[in-house]
């Protein structure tokens, strides 16, 4: 495999009470899934406010991943539905920015599915691999940052 | 409540392009409650400028900061320092805090990030609707509590204009008609008979066609 070619970095803001658990149990299961991805476990996808994507993307992330509970499953009642919301407001935002918004998906997993998260893992992945690199990283003023986050 | 909304961020871009280090301003009255201009704003917003400032080839250094109230001196004294290590400052407050920033401050560039929509209230849960225009002489009194010049497409003083369709307006379907309202409320409280008096055209001196208003209160003054 070419040592230069590109791998994408997908931050992956996941609900403690269905994602976090469902990649638990993919590990369990021993699924593959590209290992690409950094989550992040969040107490719920309500409490992400639109400026946790922007900064991702900002320090070099090449793709945000959200995973929340299925609609009517939310721990909290309807922080799921308050993060769909964010996440399309933040889609038309980074579109009006100039970033590509697939670059920035949100879905709804229960605790039970480990291989449904390792097939949207891998498909995310390869959406991202098809758009390229964030193009901030082609930019200037970004070297430190991109490194940065490497190093995580 | 004053209403406002965000520039877009193209539009922001080419306003700040060549500036290096930018303050952007938020303001804890209005704005931050019709939710254009407080601090979730201006984090949002700085973060935004940030990345399409590096997309169109120029970084853009943001310092962010909110302060209680834009249009009043005692408050911008608060943004003093920050103002004064920035290039120029972003304000998002409303027409007013931008103005008085930037006569506060004659050697400093300040830009406004948003467009200052109305007077209005917050009709539901992100849905905010004008309800005056601050023309100087206010009518509500005579229509039963609703302004018709605000909320009358045609700013009827004399209505209806034969137009409305059901309750609801023929220039926008989606508002009801405001002389609808009118009669309702005015037959509500028992003042139909309002609506028999003819009125005069209103002298618009009092609104902004008769230039800029002050208001002074000698009584006040120190």
Partial sequence: MNAHAFEPLIVGFFCHY??????????????????????????????????????????GADGVLVAGCLEGGCHFIEGNLVAKRRVNQTRDLLAEIGIEKERLRMVNISAAMGRPLADIITDMIKTVRELGPNPLKSTSGNKKEQKDFVQI | MIVAERKTIPELIEILKGQKKVLVLGCGTCVTVCLAGGEREVSIISSALRIASRLAGFSLQIEELTIERQCDNVFIEKAAEAIERNDAVLSLGCGAGVQAIAERYPAKPVYAGLNTAFLGILEERAVWTEKCVACGACVLHEYGGICPITRCAKHMLNGPCGGSREDRCEVLPDRPCAWQLIYQRLKGIGQLDRLKQIKPPKNWNASIHGGLRVIVREDHRI
């Fill in chain 1, 18 to 59: 269905c994602a976090y658990a469902s990649a638990d149990l993919a590990g369990s299961m021993r699924l593959q899934y590209p290992p690409n991805i950094r989550i992040i476990r969040t107490p719920c996808t309500g409490r992400l406010e639109v400026d946790f994507y922007l900064r991702a993307f900002e320090n």
